[in-house]
């Protein structure tokens, strides 16, 4: 019997999913998927890997709902394109459909994919569903890519219709008629995280509810102040895994905060750019800071890893971070500020480090973020403008109510002195960086 694959990458969800909804209305029995590739898997850092866990439950709960749907999830270990090569063989596929995904290596991918699956004559169709606009969707007046993030946000909004946010009608279709059951021979086991040589790590679990309308409508006073469990909305982590849809979390944003609709939009924002220029994945956009003389001192990048720069918002975030794999906005921003232009260390060790720590962890977002902060990117701060740490501190934690949950030591003789002056630092930093600017201009 000829079916369809549809294959689960960033969007571990049934509800409101584009690409299923599209396979799910195809008119040939789904049997839906997902591939542990290998390839990325090789590159954690650690054996026990929070998100992977939080992978693995989210891959094991669709299989649940696919089986009490009526039909058969299959999971697999592997390279994408030699697993899914392995299943058109193994079955008779006609078609695989999926969703769009726009990081550099995710492109690479898919064409391979898109070429071994033409060879074998199956189709292979491709969603957006993951941001609302992306690639060219919005561009300039004049037909180049928006890099103010005011104009870009303006556009947006005038053509963001309640039509756009609707939601896709796979969880209706989502039945016994539309899915294929596979004999559980068949289908093989699904691997479990021992299969793959990790350990489950569950750091912290973001639940897949959307936040609390009253979360959303207090965002815009409660999100600078990082003492507050839930001045965020903490849904970066769903959002990461499309364990919820960015329809159902801008609809509310719509609805009720324009500030947290702004947020969001970001994130598509540096979707975009990243599509356009993949480079800046690994290198400055702009041409004059690729020859920043950084210092990279890896003693004082250890001390900023740990906690131990002697700056007390630097030192409870950085330890925030590693406990949780979570950081608020407001200090990711003061920790990679002062790893770039204080101790002037090149962003893409911050950028790397982040990487490794984040649950959220998100290419185009953090690579987005981190050249924003260091005066790099498409977007950016000015490259001049250095943030005093100790007044970030007076302004999001007066009463050290933060600082103290991560740092308890603070204003004991265990706490070290500051790692750098910061008049000196930022003297340094901004001078080092118009030299770099004068010579490569
Ligand atoms: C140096 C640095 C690195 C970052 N790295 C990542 C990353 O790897 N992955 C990631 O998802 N976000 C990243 N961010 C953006 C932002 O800090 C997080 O999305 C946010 O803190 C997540 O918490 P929340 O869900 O409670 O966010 P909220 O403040 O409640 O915002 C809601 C959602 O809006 C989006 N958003 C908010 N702020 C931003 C922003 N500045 N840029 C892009 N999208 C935003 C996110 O999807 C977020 O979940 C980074 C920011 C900085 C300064």
């Not at 726009?102 to 898919?110: I, L, N």
């Not at 220029?277 to 003389?293: I, L, Q, S």
Request: glycine residues 6%.
């Amino acid at each position: 019997m000829k079916i369809c694959l549809f294959w689960h990458r960033r969007d571990l969800r049934i509800h409101d999913n584009a690409g299923l909804a599209a396979a799910l209305a195809s008119g040939l029995p789904v049997v839906p998927l997902f591939i542990y590739d290998q390839d990325i898997l090789d590159y954690l850092p650690s054996k026990a890997d929070a998100r992977l866990t939080y992978i693995f439950d989210a891959v094991e709960r669709l299989a649940e709902q696919t089986a009490a749907a009526g039909g058969t999830f299959l999971a697999r270990y592997g390279q994408p394109r030699a697993v899914l090569e392995q299943l058109v063989q193994e079955f008779e596929v006609a078609a695989v459909h999926t969703n769009e995904d726009y990081e550099p290596y995710a492109r690479e991918r898919d064409t391979a994919v898109g070429e071994m699956l033409a060879a074998h004559g199956v189709d292979f169709f491709l969603y957006k569903d993951q941001v609302i606009f992306a690639k060219d969707d919005i561009m300039t007046k004049s037909g180049t890519v928006p890099k103010v993030f005011g104009a870009y946000h303006k556009s947006y909004l005038a053509r963001l219709t309640d039509e756009l946010l609707l939601p896709y009608p796979s969880a209706d279709g989502f039945k016994a008629d539309n899915l294929h059951r596979i004999s559980a021979a068949q289908a093989g086991p699904r691997p479990t995280l021992a299969d793959m040589g990790f350990e489950r790590l569950a750091q912290y679990v973001p639940t897949a509810d959307l936040p609390a309308d009253a979360v959303v409508r207090n965002y815009h006073h409660t999100r600078n102040t990082p003492a507050l469990q839930n001045g965020t909305t903490r849904i970066s982590v769903q959002l990461r895994f499309g364990t919820l849809s960015v329809r159902q979390v801008m609809r509310q944003a719509k609805a009720l905060n324009p500030k947290l609709l702004a947020e969001i939009i970001w994130r598509d924002f540096f979707m975009m750019l990243l599509w356009h220029y993949p480079n800046t994945a690994t290198e400055a956009y702009d041409p004059k800071m690729r020859h920043v003389p950084y210092r990279n001192q890896e003693d004082e990048f250890r001390a900023w890893c740990e906690g131990r720069t002697g700056y007390p918002l630097v030192d409870a975030g950085m330890r925030e971070l590693n406990a949780t794999g979570y950081l608020p906005n407001r200090v990711r921003m003061t920790v990679a500020g002062f790893l770039v232009k204080h101790l002037f260390i090149d962003w893409r060790w911050g950028e790397k480090y982040f990487a490794d720590k984040l649950l959220d962890y998100e290419l185009a977002n953090n690579v987005g973020n981190w050249q924003w902060m260091a005066g790099t990117g498409a977007v950016a701060a000015p490259w001049f403008r250095v943030y005093s740490p100790e007044s970030q501190l007076a302004q999001v934690d007066p009463e050290l109510k933060y600082v103290k949950r991560w740092v308890p030591e603070v204003g004991t003789n265990r706490y070290p002195a500051p790692i750098v002056d910061h008049k000196f630092a930022r003297d340094r930093a901004v001078a080092a960086i118009r030299a770099a600017r004068i010579a490569a201009s």
